[in-house]
């Protein structure tokens, strides 16, 4: 054994692998970073008791992050960092993976948002179809720049990669709803409509 | 091992069956320029400097992860190799400050070595840099714009360590490696070890230098500045003035730092004796009263910040004796102090450790046991080392000389307090006696020395059959741990715990590079300063018997457990968070509902 335990697998043709099976054993080693099977530590405290329904809901195996990511944010919105530290405890990882999972990918947000969440396409596809107008037009619209809220909390504005909806481009979606062959002068009526919902 | 044969540019290498392309050449003796593969760590393949062409593939393939194959046929500089390379190189050059003459990896840098083998005169590609605030809130020092994104800190952290403080986090071009939760390094879990330092390969990692207080205090003339030299710095100092590895330094290191103008310049060493009079007698009292077994060591501040966080439940395993620097710390500023005549208050204490993780720990609250800030900087061994060439003095080349009194003298069994397993076998040494009152008659404990990461012994003293366990690397030390958890080891009497891979000698603050080669040289000039030693063994240190008869009285007296021992802080493993901001939703640039419009 040399000092670093998963160096001694160095010089095997499936190291590589190994590295990634590792990652994904974890779960049994439960321990690798003094991870708690039953989430009951201090850091569990912080987050509330729905949060912690779902949490204990999914095994300890890291391959279930992203499903319960993303089942975490529908309940509160976003993933705060009581909400990540909880996760990387009862998935026996560090905050930093977690973190590093939910900065990656764009449908995931560490911050919290306003109620309806315009996320606009701006794939090749999308941007050859007009996306950038249409950007404009939702950004004159609700007066605020990617990434913002508007101050009534009612609206966040996201420029997103590839929705998979490219052959109805310009495409965006309205937290679940859907909208395709968008133009310029259709935003004012779309967001109206949440506005009224109201 | 079956082995293979592949052709790297038209040489015949045969090597073993499951090698990386790297390994082949590197055991053929070609070269392959790599910047995200570190010997250390399990190889990741992003940089792809790496590059080489494999006769069959359509792509270039990453040299470092990529395994050999019978009759494969390697070419490690065709133009299309070189073209990559270069490209890959020129992008990050594209990105990166170019600070090299004031950065503190000038002349380390290895980007700055692949930018001038490649011969890259220009760069072509122009636009935006990312640019980041450095983070100083910790003695590790994060300059994000230097980072290339090769993730060696992160593999080092995880894979080394088992601490994970470090992790890449959002995405493309806004990707950062960044402290748990985005924020600063001082509010996540990092136990200060700065491994990441040193296998950093850019100067997006430093330690936090305290040489401009340390010149001020040496030349203000109401201070008396004194300066200890930790065990592992006499067998790597030199690497910094172009020595090999390995070259024993002790003496000259002496006179450069008398040169510098330090008043006194004495020995850690000296308190290494000391705390093996100490832990050794709360083995034997734990051993004897039925007090919590194993005791583990306490002499290396990463590892006791690992387990306040990890394994808080196991701290009374842990012995309450300070590390030899604050042992010292707290001696200059009493013992020592009175012996001189000398104020504390005008006492400067400076120490020189190959660790990064000793500048946090001087700062712990209970570090004032003096009624002074025991120890007032802490110089890494590149540190001190930054200080002579500033002063323009060459080591290799000086004459040598003696430490100073009264903690100038010491032992063998405190140098070896450098490697991994020394103070384990330090220990014994004098356990050996103080409880058969017999001299050990081989000094030299084999099964505890080595780089093997977890090793055990068992010691047969007297009647008592005493076992022992050796870890170095934190992820060894989580194995143990564990173990103690499980029982596995609920007959051991003793356990030597060190931070980093090699013990000190490996330490944050050492000079880079490292590898287990450069480790296991310095290893070596370590054991063969232990025996040019005429005195061996901690016991026989004629100062420690003085200081005990002037000043302490006897190992765990009361005097002893005021200023050499300490108490521990079970830590949450919870990101500190300084500002809520974080939490609140981003700017708001306008009222949307004054701007309604419905057709």
């Known amino acids: ?198 | 091992m079956a082995k293979v044969n592949i052709k790297i540019d038209g040489q015949d290498v045969i090597c073993d069956a499951g090698s990386t392309i790297l390994e082949a050449a590197q055991s053929a003796g070609i070269y392959i320029p790599t910047l995200c593969y570190h010997s250390d760590l399990i190889p990741d393949g992003v940089c792809r400097v790496c590059s080489v062409e494999v006769k069959g593939q359509r792509t270039l393939c990453a040299a470092c992860c990529f395994p050999v194959s019978d009759g494969m046929e390697v070419m490690t500089h065709t133009p299309k190799v070189r073209e990559a390379r270069r490209m890959i190189v020129e992008l990050m050059l594209a990105n990166h400050p170019g600070e090299c003459l004031t950065c503190s990896k000038n002349q380390k840098c290895e980007l700055q070595k692949f930018a001038k083998e490649l011969g890259i005169s220009d760069i072509r590609f122009k636009g935006e840099r990312r640019q980041y605030d450095i983070d100083a809130s910790s003695p590790i020092i994060r300059d994000p714009d230097k980072c290339i994104l090769c993730g060696r800190c992160v593999r080092t952290c995880d894979d080394i360590q088992s601490v994970g403080a470090l992790h890449p986090a959002y995405r493309g071009w806004e990707t950062l490696v960044v402290p748990g939760l985005g924020g600063e390094l001082a509010d996540v879990v990092c136990v200060n070890c700065g491994q990441c330092i040193n296998r950093c390969p850019t100067g997006a990692l430093k330690a936090k230098d305290p040489a401009p207080e340390i010149w001020e205090a040496i030349y203000d003339p109401t201070k008396h500045v004194i300066v200890q030299t930790a065990p592992a710095v006499r067998a790597s100092i030199g690497e910094e003035f172009g020595l090999p590895p390995g070259t024993r330094v002790t003496k000259k290191m002496v006179t450069a730092l008398k040169m510098l103008g330090f008043d006194r310049v004495m020995d850690t060493d000296f308190t290494a004796d000391l705390t093996i009079m100490e832990e050794g007698s709360e083995l034997i009292k734990r051993i004897k009263e039925g007090g919590v077994l194993p005791q583990i060591t306490s002499c290396s501040p990463g590892w006791i910040k690992f387990i306040e966080y990890y394994y808080p439940e196991l701290l009374p395993h842990v012995s309450t004796c300070k590390s030899p620097q604050q042992m010292f710390g707290a001696l200059a500023k009493t013992y020592y102090a009175q012996k001189m005549n000398i104020d504390p208050k005008n006492i400067v204490s400076v120490s020189i450790m190959p660790c990064t993780a000793k500048k946090f720990e001087c700062e712990r609250p209970e570090m004032y046991s003096s009624g002074y800030k025991d120890v007032d900087y802490v110089l890494t061994t590149r540190e001190a080392a930054g200080m002579m060439k500033e002063a323009g003095i060459d080591l290799p080349n000086l004459r040598e000389s003696e430490y100073d009194d009264p903690f100038g003298m010491s032992t063998g069994a405190a140098v070896i307090f450098g490697n991994t397993g020394g103070v384990m076998e330090a220990a014994l040494r004098t356990a050996y006696a103080l409880i058969t009152g017999r001299e050990l008659e081989k000094v030299e404990i084999e099964d505890v020395r080595g780089m093997e990461g977890v090793r055990e012994t068992t010691i047969q003293i007297g009647d008592l059959p005493v076992k022992a366990a050796v870890a170095h690397g934190l992820a060894n030390a989580r194995q143990v741990l564990e173990g103690i958890k499980s029982g596995r080891f609920a007959d051991y009497a003793f356990i030597e715990i060190m931070c980093c891979p090699g013990g000190c000698i490996g330490g944050g603050g050492q000079p880079q590079p490292t590898n287990e080669e450069i480790r296991k040289a310095r290893a070596r000039a370590i054991y063969e300063e232990d025996e040019s030693m005429t005195i061996r063994k901690s016991h026989e240190n004629p100062a420690v018997q003085k200081l005990y008869e002037e000043f302490l009285g006897h190992p765990l007296s009361h005097k002893s457990h005021e200023l050499l021992h300490t108490h521990y802080t079970p830590r949450e493993r919870r990101t500190i968070r300084r500002s809520e901001e974080t939490s609140k939703p981003k700017t708001t640039k306008a009222d949307s509902s004054k701007k309604v419009k419905v057709d």
Do not use: W
Request: with cysteine; proline share 5%.
């Open chain 1, 1 to 198: 054994m040399v000092f670093a335990p998963r160096v001694e697998d160095k010089g095997t043709a499936a190291f590589i692998l190994h590295r990634q099976m590792n990652i994904e054993s974890q779960t049994v080693h439960d321990t690798t970073y003094g991870g708690a099977i039953h989430v009951s530590s201090s850091n569990s405290d912080h987050a509330d008791s729905a949060v912690m329904t779902i949490i204990n809901k999914y095994g300890c195996d890291q391959r279930n992050m992203l499903p319960l990511l993303h089942e975490l944010q529908a309940e509160v919105g976003y993933l705060s960092p009581e909400i990540m530290e909880a996760v990387a405890e009862r998935l026996g990882t560090t905050v930093g993976q977690v973190h590093g999972v939910a900065t990656f990918y764009s449908l995931f947000s560490t911050e919290p948002k306003g109620r309806y969440v315009v996320r606009l396409c701006d794939s090749p596809p999308c941007h050859i179809e007009g996306s950038k107008a249409v950007l404009e037009a939702v950004k004159a619209e609700l007066g605020i720049s990617e990434g913002e809220t508007t101050e009534d909390g009612m609206f966040t504005l996201e420029t997103v990669s590839c929705l998979g909806l490219c052959g109805v481009g310009p495409a965006m979606m309205v937290n679940d709803d859907v909208y395709g062959n968008l133009k310029p002068e259709m935003i004012p009526h779309i967001l109206a409509g949440y506005r009224e919902e109201n």
